[in-house]
């Protein structure tokens, strides 16, 4: 299985040749998640009929395919620009590549919820367990960012030891790495709006 913080431990590594690997498995990833998203749009049923709006499932899967978006972006500048992480950052790196992947894993487990919630007529059981997950995406984004701020801080006081060019490429990853916690927690708004028709 691909992973973006094993990724990242590979990077640690200067494990190039199997970062190729990886990277390539996260581009044929992704190319999935775009044809899925293009079958989903052309074959998802314009009856009156849904039991939810056609338009916020179109939204739904439209904000989900940001996230393999985002981090084919982020593994391919790494890998592009063999980045180096400087080691006093490494191990609060990987614990904010670690936020933002559990932000993603959780909303992965709320849109499995999706076929029981529509099972169930929309039962006040089901609703509240997205709503519980819905809330539990805003405090990982919410980690996600607070330890995006420590790291961004850190780098601050390592700046003038590094390359300007390498500290500019830097600082997008650790913004891109965020993006991914803010993605998922899109998904987890956009679901709100499912939930509440």
Not at 46 to 73: A, M
Not at 87 to 110: G, I, R, Y
Request: charged residues 30%; hydrophobic residues 45%.
């Amino acid at each position: 299985a691909v992973s973006l913080d094993a990724y990242f431990e590979l990077l640690y590594q200067e494990n190039w040749h199997e970062l190729g690997n990886q990277y390539q498995k996260i581009c044929d990833l992704e190319e999935q998640a775009d044809e899925l998203k293009r079958e989903i749009r052309l074959n998802l049923p314009r009856s009156l009929f849904l039991p939810v709006s056609r338009s916020d499932l179109l939204e739904l899967v439209r904000v989900q395919d940001e996230i393999p978006n985002r981090v084919k972006d982020i593994a391919g500048i790494v890998l592009g620009r063999k980045m180096r992480i400087p080691e006093p950052l490494q191990a609060s790196f990987l614990e904010f590549v670690a936020a933002s992947v559990n932000a993603t894993k959780k909303s992965h487990a709320m849109l499995e919820m999706l076929d029981q919630l529509l099972d169930s007529g929309f039962s006040t059981r089901q609703v509240e367990r997205i709503e519980t997950i819905i809330v539990e995406l805003g405090e990982l984004e919410t980690e996600s960012d607070v330890k995006q701020i420590e790291i961004r801080s850190a780098l601050f006081e390592l700046e003038k030891d590094m390359n300007t060019v390498d500290v500019m490429f830097l600082y997008r990853v650790l913004e891109w790495i965020g993006d991914v916690a803010d993605h998922a927690q899109t998904v987890g708004n956009r679901m709100l709006y499912v939930i509440a028709r």
